[in-house]
């Protein structure tokens, strides 16, 4: 009886110790998605589609042509529902010598790897 006790202790005791290692092992949530309809490209200033968000329609854009944030502004996070590629710029003037980065439709980027400055919308 007295080994049986003192297993139970002895397992009691090892799974309150790794409890707690257990618990922080959970994976990170993932982050909230900004709001975004179908047919728009949305900008948001700060990171994780949060601060003033910009957004932009096919009816408002011409298909492949450079558009310039307004004077003084960026963004840092964005989502492409648009249907369509969307590459976009550090630089105002779309510059390939600059950075850039094509998000495919559907594309949810908490965290632009630059301040994007312009973007163009792709036919396809």
């Known amino acids: ?5 003192t297993a139970a202790v002895a ?3 090892l799974t309150t110790t790794l409890a707690p290692a257990a618990a922080s092992a959970r994976p990170a949530a993932p982050p909230r998605l900004g709001n975004c309809a179908a047919g728009q490209l949305c900008l948001w200033r700060s990171g994780g ?3 003033a968000r910009q957004i932009h329609e096919l009816a408002d854009v011409d298909i492949e042509s450079c558009v310039p944030l ?6 840092a996070s964005l989502a492409n529902r648009t249907g ?9 003037e779309c510059a390939e010598t600059a950075e850039f980065h094509t ?3 559907g594309s949810w980027a908490p965290e632009t790897p630059y301040q994007v400055r312009a973007f163009k919308i792709w036919e396809r």
Not at 1 to 5: E, L, N, Y
Not at 70 to 75: E, H, I, R
Not at 84 to 92: D, H, K, L, N
């Open 103 to 105: 998000y495919p439709t």
């Open 11 to 13: 397992a009691l005791a």
């Open 49 to 51: 589609f949060t601060g």
């Open 70 to 75: 307004p004077s003084g502004t960026t963004a």
């Open 84 to 92: 369509r590629p969307v590459t976009a710029y550090q630089s105002r």
């Open 1 to 5: 009886m007295r080994k049986i006790i």
